[in-house]
């Protein structure tokens, strides 16, 4: 296990492994400046009335006399508790000092539901209605800030722990401001407030950096908008920290952002976090006549832009639970569900391909109307199959069906074993499914399961995961294709093949072919001691189970092996589709004892 850990080690980078030694020396001795900081948030109304000509856009209600928390609502007419968890009630100290508060509480459970009302998308619901001439919504607006600043001082409690959740905090803020247009002409009492925010992030960020995710980014933005922001508005030290940002968000474009447009978080959830961010990045600097960013970055995020159009059903907005899930979304302008990705989509690809993603009238060109960006007319080109090499996923799709292969390019530390999971479309439904994430602190069993691959529809072998889970964010022994064909298209069949070896010698080769109304699956076991289960997460339907073929009004799959079958069993299995949401799914598990081949044919 030592070797693995340094094996490990290695692999996050000798570079990222200092910015955490040094991060954690500097809050343990003091020497981190973070420690000593102090910030007083001036009174009165954060936002004055808006005053200029009403509009009457779509606004987000989720928080309209209810609260609304990882996409699920329950009627609530009182400003929330900062410190109460919506999870389990339980209370967060609030007195304390951020930093002499633990990262993980049993008492408390998982500290994001503390963290969920304090990201502030209630406040860009009500800059929404303000803007419509609602004056209760505008009443509401200050009076619920208000209410924040005296629960939350600089910096005692929680919810001053996590420097991306300040970062969140600030760039929502920010978009209400725009909203309203009051960014050039804003109340000393919020910039105060954004000023607290910076003060917070800019100790800390190199912290951020050395995680290789979004919380870089998420902090760079942050910076960038908040200090430019205060420079707008007369304080001289707004320049430094939008400097500081700046360098940032090209940096982490650069390293984060494959060339075909992959993150380096292999979790879509995430990958959207990322790139609201940078749209909400750009749709600042376009309307603040700031600098262009670098030729390299938007290269970056056309990219990323399309990478998510791929990933995301243009019939349903859904996408495949691929990777880490927290319920993180940015940009709250629309009361759609939570799962709906096209928004984000339809933004970025106005933005930074001047190309609308999608046809018709939906509400994913909501955004665009609030944010003062006509719709391009032109669209982008139509999806066909593809492998995005960099990342690690080949794409499959035809007239009738569409699907996505996972293979092992971990050049980041992945965070679930899900190597060859496969997520299989028809008509906008999801019919093979990932099982996502539940929680972060649920308890080990739902890390296990949630991020094990027993979530996944792949094969288990010998009972163990793909790769050792060394804590709750890391693995060990970073799986690599061992086997690759490229992806071939022969007239209406399409073919892929991937492969890898664990570190006990088990093999698993898995080839996909599709055709217009047929789907074939051909796994290849060997190196296993006792048994191996390919497992299949299916949707929820009336599946019937009849010898070795398995029927729904969906499609049918027949089962076919060169050895034995030793056991075919439609089981109970589990799946979180919204965060700490969990529902039963049927799954059907094929369990052999000896090396062979099996062949799964899917009719549709």
Known sequence: MILIKAKTALALGLLNLIRVFVYQLGIKTGINKVKTITSEVDTG??????????????????????????????????????????????????????????????????????????????LIGFAQQAKCGDEI?????????????????????VNWKCGQEASIRVMHLALAAFLLK??????????????????????????????????????????YIGGSWLSLNGDADGEKWQKQGLKWLENRAHSLIENDGSFSQYSVTYHRVMLDTYSLAEVWRKNHNLAEFSSRLYLKLKAATDWLFYFTDSKSGDAPNLGANDGARLIPLTATGYRDFRLCVQLASALF????????????NIPLKWLNIEKPYEYITAKESKDFDNGGYAFLINDNAQLYLNYPKFKFRPSQCDALHIDFWIGGGNIFRDGGTFSYNAGQKYIDYYGGVKSHNTVEFDGHDQMPRLSRFLLGNWLKTSVKKALTVEGDKQTFTAGYRDQFGCEHTRTINLKPNVFTVRDTLSGFNDKAIIRLRLTPANWQLIDNSLTSE???????????????????????????????????????????????????
């Open 137 to 157: 919504a505008q009443a509401k607006l200050n009076t619920w800030l208000i209410d924040w600043v005296s629960n939350n001082p600089p910096y005692k409690g």
């Open 554 to 604: 969906l499609c049918t799959i027949r089962f076919s092996a060169d050895i034995v079958i030793k056991r075919i069993e439609l089981v109970t299995g589990f799946e979180s589709r919204y965060y700490y949401q969990e529902s039963e799914i049927p799954v059907l598990e094929l369990e052999i004892h000896e090396p062979g081949i099996i062949t799964t044919e899917i009719n549709f």
């Open 182 to 223: 009051q960014t050039h002409n804003t109340s000393q009492a919020l910039l105060s407030l954004v000023k607290a925010h910076l003060k917070r992030i800019s100790p800390t960020i190199l912290y951020a950096i050395a995680q290789d995710n979004n919380h870089g980014t998420s902090e760079a933005a942050a910076l």
């Open 45 to 122: 109304d954060f936002f004055d009335a808006y005053v200029d000509p009403t509009v009457s856009y779509p606004c987000n209600q989720q928080w309209t006399d209810q609260h609304t928390y990882f996409g699920h609502s329950h009627c609530d007419l009182s400003i929330p508790n900062w410190h109460q968890s919506c999870l389990n009630s339980a209370l967060a100290p609030s007195d304390k000092p951020w930093y002499l508060i633990g990262d993980f509480n049993d008492q408390l459970g998982d500290i994001k539901g503390v963290w969920e009302a304090s990201r502030f998308d209630w």
């Open 353 to 364: 391909l001047d190309k609308s993603a999608y046809k018709g009238d939906g509400d994913f």
